[in-house]
T-cell receptor, first 112, second 115 residues
Framework: GNSVTQMEGPVTLSEEAFLTINCTYTATGYPSLFWYVQYPGEGLQLLLK?????DKGSNKGFEATYRKETTSFHLEKGSVQVSDSAVYFCALSSGSARQLTFGSGTQLTVLP | GAGVSQSPRYKVAKRGQDVALRCDPI?????LFWYQQALGQGPEFLTYFQNEAQLDKSGLPSDRFFAERPEGSVSTLKIQRTQQEDSAVYLCASSLVTVNSYEQYFGPGTRLTVT
């Protein structure tokens, strides 16, 4: 079956630090990969996605590259801001129904 | 409205009560998903509709859970004889399924607490 393993948190960084949140996956077929973000008190929002190997998804300064050889989709940002404090979820979808399989989430706190 | 809405936002139920959770998807979205998110965990898939047809209910944890979408729009997740382990946030997501786009848009969730 499908599964997603992501870096355990919580992660605490100072503003302008470099961020990496690791994500690896197991899936049948050729999944699409996603990063979702959940800000305090808000619903899940799609942050970025990649639908095939070597694709790079990017949004709001965040990037992740679909690496089929290492089955990974690590999230990176060069300079985090206090406003990036949130819970980040790595997810995949495959098959005809496209339901999402999520990792357990990583809590990020950015300090001023 | 522009997004997926869910009601109620919070629900407290005594063990053994039945509850009904409502989801209003984005207008025109064909696909609708329900997920269960336990505290500190990622969402887990419960069930999937395409229009009014429930095509996958493999994630429903027991026969106490039932979902419907009779007119292919609003959906209701019903939990009968609630148990403490049912306490979680229930998320609804909808998607406009095309060849190139199947992004799921999530609602704010219903936080269910069973006492």
């Amino acid at each position: 079956g499908n599964s997603v393993t992501q870096m355990e948190g919580p992660v605490t960084l100072s503003e302008e630090a470099f961020l990496t949140i690791n994500c690896t996956y197991t899936a049948t077929g050729y999944p699409s990969l996603f990063w979702y973000v959940q800000y305090p008190g808000e619903g899940l929002q799609l942050l970025l996605k990649a639908t095939k190997a070597d694709d790079k998804g990017s949004n709001k300064g965040f990037e992740a590259t679909y690496r089929k050889e290492t089955t990974s989709f690590h999230l990176e940002k060069g300079s985090v801001q206090v406003s990036d404090s949130a819970v980040y979820f790595c997810a995949l979808s495959s098959g005809s129904a496209r339901q999402l399989t999520f990792g357990s989430g990583t809590q990020l706190t950015v300090l001023p | 409205g522009a997004g997926v809405s869910q009601s109620p936002r919070y629900k407290v139920a005594k063990r053994g009560q039945d509850v009904a959770l409502r989801c209003d998807p984005i207008s025109g979205h064909v696909s609708l998903f329900w997920y269960q998110q336990a505290l500190g965990q990622g969402p887990e898939f419960l069930t999937y509709f395409q229009n009014e047809a429930q095509l996958d209910k493999s994630g429903l944890p027991s026969d106490r859970f039932f979902a419907e979408r009779p007119e292919g729009s609003v959906s209701t997740l019903k939990i009968q004889r609630t148990q403490q382990e049912d306490s979680a946030v229930y998320l609804c997501a909808s998607s406009l399924v095309t060849v190139n786009s199947y992004e799921q848009y999530f609602g704010p969730g219903t936080r269910l607490t069973v006492t």
